[in-house]
């Protein structure tokens, strides 16, 4: 078992290594200076404020030194947590940015992968060979994760926000609400919360029903349950085992579709001006704020891989044969 | 396109069994029903661009026009006047190549991977499993923003080619598992013994056994890479010069359609994205039952 982690760790840590080096390496690898490039884009008029602008990104990138000194010196700085400055939101450190922002997408995608995994699942699991709730159930999941994160977003925005005024358009909680560990602002945050958690939601549990369900079909067709059958063990009996087993691959299932959750969530923050990491990438993008940019991306970097390492050592709790002899070859 | 092909065209397989698969394909309702509103979208990408009478990104047209039968606005314009129809066929065209290049080239570094890997053993397998892991695990959209941000021009190939560079990982791992569960066959072992090179053996006895999950997996990928090229797009890093059904959405958001009521504007992008991805699903799941009879419907 402890060769099992030694080997994930590994993976994790080359990742991580070739996820820095990727983020230090882009601006290095395209064509020209990128600090002229910037500078071209940025176009600003003011030429002292260009001067300025010109020598922080100078100095920013180590461009004066050589190669190999420029990398080893992006590393001290990650080391030291200094993700460089931000030129929209001059002169908070993109750490500072990054750190208020995480919470709220956080407090989107936890709850809205948990739950979507707990009732996918459960749903799937009751659906599968049953004709009457299969045949509702299954168009429905297949609709729901074929849908574009964003258009699911902006349909509950346009109808339950707009249209009806169920609830709030955008934002965190209420601008005219007093920030603090009241009822009223904590009611506030999850009244603005409920919309954005709910697309996310509903996209994510499509995919867990549709493939609790197969999963269950595949392992109601397999000797062991047909075995319990011929004993004569009842049905639930028998769909509890598949259950089980057919959990699993869901429990590694969680590990892959993360990224695509992440994805789904930063372009549901957009919809609704929620001021998360997605909103900050956006506005970072659209006036080319390449320092918030790289730093968003080493910190969805640092998450995953945790959020990887909590399902392994889930999985190993959950499945009793990685315990006895695990080689590491399943993952 | 591949996508509305016949499923049965598997090579190497007795002509009873073609005729068997191709019997169950065309009577299966899933298959039939994704097969055909997969066609019919691409039917309209193809010649829908034909019909429209205004370029995607002219202005010129009555602003926040509703969908009207005159003057060729269709599906409405937009808040500065723009023709949402043309728009809207454009960007379905978009579609359908960063699916089919994004998709294709994420199969082909797949199946390059995953038969290598599964074929050889040993210190290959070791190192290619590696990377596997390693690009599985990188959170690939977040990688595909930083690379996108720094492009000065975009354009439509570039994005396809990075989509299909970064979402293989789980295909080759695929079909890795399945390769190694048939390099210890019989025929495998006689075509070694006859003198066959690997590529040969690889392509000639090993594909064509897994022809059905190979198509499959391209479906999947294709889905995926349209999926994630409208992600890219509506966060505001789509290609330059043209208009992509995500950009649709991202403008329509941006210029705040939602509270116009302009429901032309944003419906229909999605709408046809979801369709497309939703019937290239339901089509897998036909081929599925096709190809794997415990699964037929009793």
């Known amino acids: 078992m402890g060769r099992y982690f030694l080997r994930k760790l590994g993976i994790y840590s ?57 990398y080893w010196y992006f590393w001290v700085s990650l080391v030291h947590g200094d993700l460089g400055t931000s030129i929209l939101q001059f002169p908070s450190p993109v750490t500072s940015i990054i750190l208020h922002a995480a919470p709220y997408t956080l407090g989107l995608l936890i709850p809205a992968i948990l739950l979507s995994w707990y009732f996918g699942n459960k749903v799937g699991a009751l659906a599968a060979r049953r004709k009457v709730l299969d045949n509702s159930a299954l168009p429905l999941s297949y609709a729901l994760t074929a849908t574009p994160y964003m258009w699911l977003a902006i349909l509950l925005s346009w109808t339950l926000a707009v249209t009806w005024h169920v609830f709030p358009v955008g934002f965190a909680y209420d601008p005219t609400a007093i920030r603090g560990l009241s009822w009223a602002f904590v009611g506030s945050l999850a009244y603005h ?35 319990l059958e011929a004993l004569g063990a009842p049905q639930r009996l028998v769909r509890k085992y598949a259950f089980r087993n057919a959990l699993l691959p869901q ?75 695990m080689e590491g070859g399943r993952s | 396109m591949s996508a509305v092909a016949a499923p049965a065209a598997a090579p190497a397989k007795p002509v009873g069994a073609v005729r068997e698969s191709l019997y169950f394909a065309l009577r299966n309702r899933k298959l039939v029903f994704g097969a055909s509103v997969t066609g019919a979208m691409l039917l309209f990408a193809i010649f829908g661009p034909l019909f429209a009478r205004h370029g995607p990104l002219a202005y010129g047209g009555d602003l926040s026009l ?42 082909a570094i797949a199946m390059v991977v995953g038969f290598t890997a599964g074929y050889r053993g040993g210190i290959v397998d070791e190192v290619l499993n590696m990377l596997t892991n390693v690009v599985l695990v990188i959170p690939t959209f977040a990688l595909l923003l930083v690379i996108a941000a720094y492009l000065s021009v975009r354009g439509i190939l570039t994005e396809a080619v990075f989509i299909g560079l970064t979402s293989w990982p789980w295909a080759a791992r695929a079909l890795r598992a399945q390769t190694f569960s048939l390099v210890s ?18 392509f000639k006895e090993i594909a064509p056994n897994m022809s059905s999950y190979l198509f499959m997996m391209f479906i999947l990928l294709f889905g995926g890479a349209i999926l994630i090229a409208a992600t890219l797009d509506f966060i505001g890093l789509g290609p330059s ?13 941006q210029n705040a359609a939602l509270q116009l009521h302009l429901w032309w504007w944003f419906l229909p992008p999605g709408l046809a994205l979801m369709t497309i991805v939703g019937s290239l699903y339901v089509m897998n799941v036909g081929l599925d039952e096709v190809f794997n009879p415990k699964l037929r419907e009793m």
Not at chain 1, 196 to 223: H, K, Q
Not at chain 1, 252 to 273: C, D, K, N, Q, R
Not at chain 2, 241 to 253: A, E, H
Request: a neutral charge; charged letters at 10%.
């Open chain 1, 193 to 227: 919360w409920f919309l954005p958690f709910m697309s996310l939601f509903l996209v994510t549990f499509g995919g867990w029903a549709i493939g609790m369900r197969n999963m269950i079909i595949y392992e109601l067709e397999s000797d062991y349950a047909h075995y």
């Open chain 1, 251 to 325: 429990i590694t299932g969680l590990a892959l579709v993360l990224g695509a959750v992440l994805a789904g969530s930063l372009v549901t923050e957009i919809v609704f001006s929620y001021p998360g990491l997605g909103y900050q990438i956006y506005r970072a993008i659209t006036n080319e704020d390449y320092f918030v940019i790289q730093g968003i991306f080493l910190f969805i970097i640092v998450g995953v891989l945790i959020a990887n390492f909590v399902v392994d050592i889930v999985y190993v709790i959950v499945d009793p044969r990685t315990r006895i002899g």
């Open chain 2, 66 to 107: 509703a969908p009207t039968r005159h003057g060729g606005y269709w599906f409405g314009t937009t808040l500065q006047g723009q023709d949402v129809f043309a728009q809207f066929v454009t960007g379905l065209r978009l579609a359908f190549i960063v699916g089919a290049l994004g998709g294709g080239i994420a199969s």
């Open chain 2, 185 to 202: 066959r019989d025929f495998v072992d006689l075509a070694r013994l006859s003198g066959r090179s690997s590529w040969q053996i690889i």
């Open chain 1, 14 to 70: 080359l990742t991580f290594f070739v996820a820095v080096t990727v983020d230090w390496a882009i601006p290095h690898l395209m064509p020209g200076n990128p600090v002229l490039t910037l500078m071209n884009r940025l176009q600003i008029q003011d030429p002292r404020v260009a001067q300025h602008v010109y020598h922080h990104y100078m100095r920013a990138f180590n461009l004066d030194l050589p190669l190999w000194k420029q």
């Open chain 2, 241 to 253: 010069n043209t208009i992509s059904l995500g950009m649709m959405m991202q403008l329509s958001v």
